[in-house]
């Protein structure tokens, strides 16, 4: 069998694919939750994002391969950037409200998931394995690194200010507080 077209009757590979979309997608989106305090784009979004990326390549794969196949399987990849691109945009705007450009990570983050989805969907899941791992010591490593930097050239950033002695320390039912409190995204 190809590495794209699936047959009929190969239900243990597209569950595979199905299955492992949905985990990369949970891996990627409790990344973001976790190390943020107000994550638009959690755990939830980033699985339903690649289990759409992952069907919507997973469809026009059922048809038998021609030259109108191919066709349709490009228009439908070029649909799911521009599509998941759109909610980025979305989540851009919607945290910029105070002046500051907030969400860019997120939107990259939804946006590269949906792209490592379309890999499995094709059935490049190795391919996928290996942009997930890249993706999470990107997400994790560079914030990891960046701090000791900014701290030596005098930029700490706002995440390692300290907090104003009249504000109350949170507590522990505090969704900032409890990174593991996934009510917050949609």
Known sequence: ?????IEANDWLNLIFRVGLSVIIG??????????????????????VISLGATLFILLPLQIPQDYSSVNA??????????????????????QSHRGKVKGLTS?????????????????Y???????TVAMLLVLSGVKQAKRPIAVRLGRASSSSKKRPAD??????????AHPLFFAQDD
């Open 1 to 5: 069998m190809q590495a794209g077209y």
């Open 26 to 47: 949970g891996l990627i989106g409790f990344e973001r939750q976790w190390t943020g305090t107000n994550r638009s784009a959690g755990v939830r979004t980033h699985m």
């Open 125 to 131: 899941w190795q391919l996928a394995v290996v942009g």
């Open 73 to 94: 399987l490009s228009r439908t990849i070029q649909g799911i950037a521009t599509g998941v691109g759109f909610i980025g945009a979305g989540l851009i705007l919607q």
């Open 107 to 123: 939107a990259a983050a939804i946006w590269a998931t949906a792209a490592l989805d379309t890999a499995i969907g094709l059935g």
């Open 167 to 176: 504000t109350p320390s949170p507590t522990p039912t505090d969704r900032r």
